[in-house]
């Protein structure tokens, strides 16, 4: 009896007082409903696991309700019983029980409920105002930064657009669902791959490729690796190109080793089939110039997206990501390349750890997103000690710096030129010359194999064996006509090495008058 007045004395002195801040406002609060929420935690045997997934101890306003909560959540990862008793003992071990006021305010809480009623939709508000006490909260950090002249605005903003989204996410609830809806979902996906041709994701443009992957799926992470100067960008611009002018598929490129302009030369050696060099040096023959001409406007118009942020943290590029996929609806993102990222934000004992980082990160942005995220790395060097035709194939123990890349991954592919290494033949003798092999070492969700592209070194390009050589159609049919001006009179006709179709136009429109038709 005396231990209950002493309870009873404790907490008559120490009422609860909430201090308003300092615009004279009381923050977001619901405290009834929090005493309503732990009391029937205590007298409804599986009250608390409806309320788990929403409700965590910071959610609550009142301190003494924190601790009582976590004392709740303590006892239900070790399985025991959850009353007003168990909970009395386990805030006695805890060493918080007269700080929240004694077995006298456990006895409170449990009075004031008769049942479990409602307990979802009060355990939603209790998150609601939580979540408009973080905003008061961060909204009030922001001010306080956008006042000191120190603060870098960017950085800011970026830090800003942050925290705002990790509010969001705090607020979605993902649910357990039958399984029902999610087989419609996919039997809607195998119908739409089916009219698509059996490519159910982003298709690269490489058909050998898409028959393996399907195209690459929705909140995968693919990784293309590589030795230096195998081709790795010139293969991402070539898939960025072919999704966004063939396929018209927005996508983002994240370029941390070169530059916009740079980029653009790319493109451009790729769509218009011209010399890196001529376009450097401006050095283009006429008919160059009209190719330009006459496939630039292709790329003009392409829902290519290019950052050429250098040095870009994972952060940077979470936010930026999120605005590309909400503002353009961007359906693929590339990152050249994964080793210059940075994880800025947090500090690592090694590389190692941070790279690991980078790629768990990157998965889960894929995965938030709902896209796939194509991510460029580099391969060490235990490639160039190995001999043999097959010793220089790279393999998934050769990727820098980290095995969490292969880990994160869910595709990881190679790319391979034997020509680079002096290797022209394969085992059985055919030519690879000019050819690259895309090596699928890692599929989580199908075959491996390995597939052999055209890869034309002058213009960074790479093409389906199949594909037609449109530069080699353009110089078959491109003949250059000499005036009749500059040749003796009667003999223009043999002094031309057009082809047999326009030599008979040219004599067609000439008959009788024996004028050339320019």
């Not at 952060?315 to 050249?336: G, N, W, Y």
């Amino acid at each position: 009896m005396a231990e209950k007045k002493t309870y009873n004395k404790k907490q008559n002195s120490a009422p609860t007082v909430i201090a308003p801040n300092e615009m004279g406002k009381l923050p977001p609060q619901a405290l009834e409903l929090e005493e309503a929420v732990l009391g029937a935690i205590m007298i409804e045997k599986d009250a608390y696991f409806l309320v788990s997934e929403i409700l965590k101890p910071a959610c609550f306003y009142k301190l003494a309700h924190q601790k009582i909560y976590e004392a709740i959540m303590t006892l239900a990862l070790h399985q025991e019983p959850i009353d007003m008793h168990t909970v009395t003992e386990q805030l006695r071990r805890d060493g918080t029980l007269e700080e929240i006021g004694g077995p006298y305010y456990i006895t409170l809480l449990t009075a004031k409920v008769s049942s479990a009623a409602h307990l979802e939709y009060h355990a939603h508000i209790i998150l609601q105002k939580f979540l408009a006490r973080e905003l008061i909260r961060i909204s009030s950090e922001i001010q306080t930064k956008a006042f000191d002249d120190k603060t870098d605005v960017d950085d800011l903003i970026e830090e800003s657009e942050e925290m705002l989204f990790e509010i969001a996410q705090r607020n979605l609830e993902k649910e357990v669902i039958q399984i029902k809806p999610v087989i419609d979902e996919a039997i809607q996906r195998i119908q739409a791959a089916a009219n698509k041709q059996g490519t159910s994701g982003v298709p690269s443009g490489f058909h050998s490729l898409d028959k393996i992957t399907s195209g690459w799926q929705k909140s995968d992470l693919i990784i293309i690796a590589a030795r230096p100067a195998m081709g790795k960008t010139a293969f991402v611009l070539s898939m960025a190109k072919n999704m966004a002018v063939d396929y018209n598929v927005p996508v983002g490129v994240f370029s941390l080793e070169m530059s916009s302009v740079q980029l653009a030369n790319r493109l451009i050696m790729n769509v218009c089939e011209i010399d890196g060099v001529k376009i450097k040096n401006g050095d283009l023959s006429p008919y160059e110039w009209d190719k330009l001409d006459k496939n630039i406007k292709d790329l003009i118009d392409a829902p290519v997206f290019i950052d050429d942020t250098p040095s870009l943290s994972i952060s940077e590029l979470r936010s930026k990501a999120r605005r590309l996929v909400k503002e353009h609806k961007v359906q693929c993102i590339f990152i050249d390349y994964l080793q210059l990222m940075n994880a800025s934000e947090m500090r690592f004992s090694s590389r190692e750890q941070e790279v690991s980082t980078i790629s768990r990160s990157l998965k889960s942005l894929a995965k938030e997103l709902d896209i796939p995220i194509i991510a460029l790395s580099q391969l060490n060097r235990s490639v160039e000690g190995r001999s043999g035709v097959d010793g220089k194939r790279p393999q998934l123990s050769d990727l820098r710096e980290s095995g969490a890349i292969e880990q994160d991954a869910d595709v990881v592919c190679f790319i391979h030129r034997p020509e680079y290494y002096n290797l022209t033949t394969d085992k059985d003798g055919n030519s690879m010359i000019g050819i690259a092999e895309i090596i699928v070492a890692k599929h989580r969700n199908g075959a491996t194999d390995t597939i052999h592209l055209k890869f034309k070194k002058e213009f960074a390009k790479f093409l389906n064996l199949d594909d037609i050589d449109s530069d080699d159609i353009f110089n078959e049919n491109y003949q250059v006509i000499s005036s009749k001006m500059n040749v003796p009179e009667g003999n223009f006709y043999e002094n031309t090495s057009g082809s047999p179709a326009l030599d008979n136009l040219l004599k067609n429109n000439n008959n009788n008058n024996g004028e050339v038709p320019f």
